[in-house]
């Protein structure tokens, strides 16, 4: 079994395939971590389950060096890999930059060598046209280049903000029957699109081909594997693991979105965090009368009830995305430009997410950078006209309306995002927001950053954490903003938390390494190394690379103690509420507290470091 590697310069234009066998690489990820390091590349992959039965396996896993991370980062997005699978390869590596802005198609028709060229283009006016940003680009690329193409290709995009910042992000959509959809997928964790514009002068990429390769595809020996382990089928345990994600009976709700805000009640986290220094009784009355009442409602309405519910692009069960027209209902994007904004309105959310979107950031990110500029204006910290807008953000809570404030902090929200690409007044985060942030606190009484929840990394690498008010999502841990971490409610030592975020890491390395949907965890963090045992004979050998591939990202770990005071209220809040609202009564508990009430930043910096040192532990150097 060999891996093969499409090197392309974009250049000049060249490419050549190199093989790698299982002696030491299985998948995208432990291979793309070689890749980066031997030639400075940009990684796509899939796993070598690409095109089979097993649901979930046909993500399309981005790996390489992270322009805001500031390190190696994996990131990955939906379905893209069914369509890549069709060019008999496993990875595509840039390893050089166009000189100008330019597209790489890549076809393969049947049996043929592989086509690739590299074509200049315009990429400003067409961002500017149209749909906008990378839809423009989308409906673009298709017009131009879909007739070369036997069956529907896929196409990869980034937008202005891939130009103007490092948290641009990669966009793609399933193509259907010559119908480009409504259902954009996302590399965008890691500023991916960032790397392919500013690193390799690729703006987009259009593959697609005909070659049939040999997929697993025996569903009697599949269906008996998960009979022997489950006493089920294989779309039987699928069925169950993914429920959430499709419909909760219980919630009469579902996907992230829905499950998410039906069950977080106390733990809202609105208006750039400030909730967390409310009383319980207070988040509870907002989520009541703006969540639950409000924007929860009006998405079981449209969307729940009304089935408007599709996949990524590969057959699954799961149907995990939601929509309401051309609009995708995911949980963080719509927490970040939703309630952390001081949004709680469907129409104001479906607004600032889209064009964000369309842009081509990463949501997650460029929604904790937008709540925390409105954050800087609303307490009077920065001006409007220092940040190129208008207005000030509406967050007064006891007269807060649903519909006009939420359009009205949306409004500006866009605003915001205009002013980013645009540079307007101070703002310029070319060089990343946290090395923004220093440079113009230094004339502040109140330092910017103090009230930006983010994760330090490196000299000047950041990360906005996954929307979960828990500790874990501030771990000290090599790559972050991914599910490389525990995200557990519970209170969990930091000690403890450190050892079972690097087990977590491992589990979730086995997922993307075989380029499977998370969505899918519930059975296939068992069932691939079985499976990788069963086809391959290389079950042990799997589950070791893994335990390598662990340690080598963490190798490389260079965490920054939290810079950021709203990040250790974050941690202490966490834990005050454990003892007062859940009632734990876990001494360990209560003698963190003390230590924070005595000095929390030494507190934190304490529980930062065994944290730490739990990781460390975890995953020392492994040959």
């Known amino acids: 079994m060999f891996q093969r590697v499409l090197l392309v310069d974009p250049a000049t234009g060249f490419y050549k395939i190199k093989k790698y066998s299982f002696d030491r690489y299985f998948g995208p990820v432990d291979l793309g971590l070689h890749l980066t390091e031997k030639h400075h590349s940009l990684n796509f992959g899939v796993g070598i389950f690409a095109g089979s039965i097993l649901p979930g396996s046909n993500r399309l896993v981005v790996s390489g060096f992270s322009p805001c991370w500031q390190g190696h980062y994996i990131s990955s997005m939906g379905g893209a890999g069914l369509v890549f699978d069709n060019l008999g390869i496993n990875m595509l590596s840039l390893v050089g930059k166009a000189p100008t802005p330019s597209i790489l198609c890549l076809n393969r028709n049947h049996g043929e060598e592989i086509e690739v060229d590299v074509v200049p283009i315009d990429a400003e006016s067409i961002w500017q046209s149209g749909r906008g940003g990378v839809y423009a680009m989308t409906d673009h690329i298709y017009e131009r280049f879909a007739n070369h193409y036997e069956t529907d290709p896929r196409i990869l995009a980034a937008g202005p903000a891939a130009q103007q910042t490092d948290i641009g992000g990669i966009m793609s959509v399933p193509i259907k029957n010559g119908k480009i959809s409504h259902v954009d997928t996302w590399a ?84 750039n965090y400030r909730t967390i220094f409310w009383s319980e009784k207070e988040r509870l009355a907002l989520h009541q009368t703006l969540v639950i009442d409000h924007y929860l409602k009006q998405f079981n309405e449209e969307t729940i009830q009304k089935k408007q519910q599709a996949n990524c692009g590969e057959p699954c069960v799961a149907v995990c995305k939601k929509m309401n027209g051309q ?48 954050d800087l204006l609303d307490g009077k910290i920065l001006t409007p006209a220092e940040l190129g807008v208008t207005r000030l953000p509406r967050w007064e809570v006891d007269s807060f309306d649903a519909q006009q404030d939420s359009l009205h902090n949306a409004d500006l929200g866009c605003e915001l995002i205009d002013a980013i690409l645009e540079q307007r007044g101070i703002l310029d985060f070319s060089e990343g927001v946290r090395k923004w942030s220093q440079i113009h606190s230094q004339n502040k009484e109140t330092a910017l950053h103090d009230r930006f929840v983010y994760t330090a990394f490196n000299r000047r690498g950041w990360m906005v954490p996954n929307q979960y008010w828990v500790s874990g999502v501030l771990s000290p841990m090599a790559i972050m903003g991914k599910y490389y971490m525990i995200y557990s409610y519970d209170f969990i030592p930091p000690r403890t938390l450190g050892r079972m975020c690097a087990e977590r890491m491992k589990k979730e390395l086995i997922l993307d390494n075989l380029g499977t949907c998370r969505f899918h965890r519930g059975w296939a963090e068992e069932m691939l190394p079985e499976v990788m045992g069963s086809i391959y004979n290389s079950k042990d050998k799997f589950l070791r690379a893994v335990e390598v591939l662990a340690s080598r990202i963490n190798s490389g770990n260079s965490p920054i103690f939290w810079e950021s005071e709203r990040n250790i209220d974050y941690l202490k809040t966490f834990l005050q509420r454990k003892q007062d609202v859940d009632k734990s009564t876990d001494p360990r508990l209560e003698e963190w507290l003390e230590k924070f009430d005595r000095n929390k930043v030494e507190a934190a910096r304490e529980f930062w470091y065994q944290t730490l040192m739990g990781i460390d532990e975890s995953l020392r150097e492994f040959f």
């Open 188 to 271: 965008g964790r890691g500023g991916f699109g960032s790397a392919m514009v500013q690193n390799h002068g690729i703006v987009a990429i259009i593959y697609g081909g005909t070659l049939v390769d040999e997929d697993f595809r025996d569903r009697t020996v599949a269906d008996q594997w998960f009979q022997n382990k489950y006493q089920l089928r294989l779309t039987q345990k699928d069925l169950e693991v993914t429920s959430k994600y499709r419909y909760n009976e219980e919630l009469k709700t579902g996907g992230t979105f829905g499950v998410n805000y039906a069950g977080i009640g106390g733990r809202i986290m609105a208006f």
């Open 327 to 374: 609009y995708k209902k995911d949980y963080e994007p719509y927490q970040t430009m939703g309630p952390l904004c001081g949004i709680f309105d469907q129409r104001a959310a479906e607004k600032l997410n889209h064009h964000c979107d369309a842009m081509g950031f990463d949501a997650i990110s460029g929604g904790g950078v937008l709540a925390w500029l409105m």
